[in-house]
């Protein structure tokens, strides 16, 4: 049985930092490319950032490109999402996911195409 877990989320003050980690039991996670998407009350669900298989590629939303770094530790066969600056428009359930690649080179923020997912971890950015 796959199981995709986050961890990291809470709460941090506008202008904090947090870091998100992603790790999974039933694949090995070296071998998916990996997204971070976001849900927020009312909204829609958001494609944050995404890292290929192989780490050559990322791709990040405009909203948080300059503050939002997507990494992964092979040999910790874990993602993790580098949250600085934050604002409080960044608050949302935070989940990550797993996506069996065609190619090693690309990632996508579509979340139609991933394939495992985590049950999310609240990060709340307030004053």
């Known amino acids: 049985q796959v199981q995709v877990v986050e961890s990291g989320g809470g709460l941090v003050q506008p202008g904090g930092s947090l870091r998100l980690s992603c790790s999974a039991s039933?694949?090995?996670?070296?071998?998916?490319?990996v997204g971070w998407f976001r849900q927020a009350p009312g909204k829609e669900r958001e494609g944050v950032a995404c890292?290929?298989?192989?780490?050559?590629?990322?791709d990040y939303v405009d909203s948080a490109l300059g503050r939002f770094t997507i990494s992964r530790d092979k040999a910790k066969n874990t993602v993790y999402l580098s949250m600085n600056l934050l604002k409080p428009e960044d608050t949302a359930v935070y989940y990550c996911?797993?996506?069996?690649?065609?190619?090693?080179?690309?990632?996508?923020?579509?979340?139609?195409?991933?394939?495992?997912w985590g049950q999310g971890t609240q990060v709340t950015v307030s004053s």
């Open positions: 996911a797993a996506d069996a690649p065609t190619t090693i080179y690309y990632c996508s923020k579509h979340g139609f195409v991933y394939d495992y």
């Open positions: 039933g694949i090995d996670l070296n071998l998916f490319a």
């Open positions: 890292i290929s298989e192989n780490d050559g590629s990322t």
